[in-house]
């Protein structure tokens, strides 16, 4: 279905950006994306993806809204306390009415993902999942007051070949800030077909300057072979 005038009028400049069209908007649109986790990366992409006019955002999150989420531009500090989940998605649904966020459930069958939880465990997890669903899918991950956004396209590197280990130092809320948005352009890049490095890629945050190179597989990865790793 062609955009509708307020969707032309809402877009306009996204539209208009080299490697965008209209067509880019409508499957945008039609795009249903898994974000893992609802916590100070995930505020800002989940808002950065609805803002865009990805059509359908499944938050996936079991934590409840902590004093330090509200840096992440979802909650305000009535809602401590609160189930992160339903806190996000009232937050989302205020911000456009273009977009559809909904809890993530079994069978949502996501086009995308985008990993944003701070959990090393779980981002490994989810992003293994989205690979042997053969989804594209992101991973951003903070790291003291930078962090790494790994990129995999179907086919490209797993995140475990992509990503570097990190300090473990705590996460500075700008860095948590600017990783959720890299993370989000990041796939929206790859879903708009704009991508830099269709074989994926890593963009290392450190001191605010961004650097990008492409993921390398390592050698006997089962993910050469499209197998579980
Ligand atoms: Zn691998």
Request: charged share 15%.
């Amino acid at each position: 279905m062609a955009l509708s005038e307020a969707e032309v009028a809402r877009y306009a400049r996204q539209i208009i950006l080299p490697g965008f069209a209209p067509v880019t908007q409508e499957f945008f649109r039609a795009a249903r994306i898994h974000v893992v986790g609802a916590g100070e990366v995930a505020g800002p992409a989940l808002l950065y993806l609805a803002t865009a006019g990805i059509g359908n955002l499944f938050v996936d999150d079991g934590l409840d809204v902590a004093p330090e989420d509200c840096a992440a531009w979802l909650y305000g500090a009535d809602q401590v306390g609160q189930p992160r989940l339903f806190s996000a998605i009232e937050a989302l649904r205020a911000a456009t009415a273009f977009s559809k966020a909904r809890p993530y459930a079994t069978g949502a069958d996501p086009t995308a993902a985008l990993v944003c939880t701070g959990s090393l465990g779980t981002a490994r997890e989810a992003a293994e999942r989205a690979r042997l669903a053969g989804i594209p899918h992101v991973v951003a991950m903070v790291d003291g007051d930078g962090g790494q956004v790994v990129a995999v396209p179907p086919g490209a590197p797993c995140y475990s070949c992509g990503s570097v280990p990190g300090s473990g130092a705590p996460a500075r809320p700008g860095a948590a800030a600017a990783l959720g948005s890299l993370g989000a352009l990041e796939l929206l890049q790859i879903l708009a077909g704009v991508v830099a490095a269709p074989g994926g890629r890593r963009i290392d945050l450190v001191l605010g300057q961004a650097r990008a190179r492409a993921t390398a597989r390592v050698p006997g990865c089962a993910c050469g072979l499209g197998r579980a790793i």
